[in-house]
């Protein structure tokens, strides 16, 4: 027999149990070493799903923004032709109204009334196109703010 396992057997019952104890030692060091292994493989795959949903969540974050920006490009377009619309309608009607004779000024001054009416319901259309892009900035700053709160 080896001297080690003599020396055991000398101890009698303790040494055994000594014997058992040493190797019950090693083998729950192993099974704990694997036990962290597994552990930290799970925390990475963890870590890898979060950033991948990270990712997700920005491209999304850009499309609805690139939407946005498209969409308020095409409305400026729009109010800026209409507005020119607008000002070239006046103009013919002031061309117009330099032909009327002067007993027709009634009616000269009643589609004035018309033409100032409408321009000051496009600028209030205006108006309110402008919040709502005021409020959408406001809005996407708090967006940003937040992730970057997340990502840290």
Same mark, same amino acid.
């Given at each position: %027999?080896?001297?080690?396992?003599?020396?055991?057997?000398? *101890?009698? =019952? &303790?040494? %055994? *149990? =000594?014997? *058992?104890?040493?190797? $019950?030692?090693?083998? &729950? $060091?192993?099974?704990?070493?694997?036990?962290?292994?597994? *552990?930290q493989e799970q925390i990475e795959k963890l870590r890898i799903d979060q950033k991948s949903e990270i990712d997700d969540i920005r491209d999304r974050y850009d499309k609805v923004i690139t939407t946005y920006n498209e969409e308020r490009l095409q409305v400026r377009s729009d109010l800026s032709d209409q507005m020119s619309q607008v000002a070239s309608q006046m103009g013919t009607i002031a061309n117009n109204m330099q032909t009327l004779p002067f007993d027709n000024i009634q009616i000269q001054i009643e589609a004035l009334a018309l033409n100032q009416r409408n321009a000051q319901l496009i600028l209030e259309r205006i108006s309110e196109y402008m919040k709502s892009m005021e409020e959408e900035r406001k809005l996407k700053a708090m967006v940003a703010r937040k992730l970057a709160k997340k990502d840290e």
């Open positions: %027999m080896e001297p080690l396992t003599e020396s055991l057997l000398e *101890f009698g =019952a &303790m040494g %055994m *149990f =000594a014997a *058992f104890l040493v190797w $019950q030692y090693l083998n &729950m $060091q192993k099974r704990f070493d694997s036990l962290i292994d597994r *552990f």
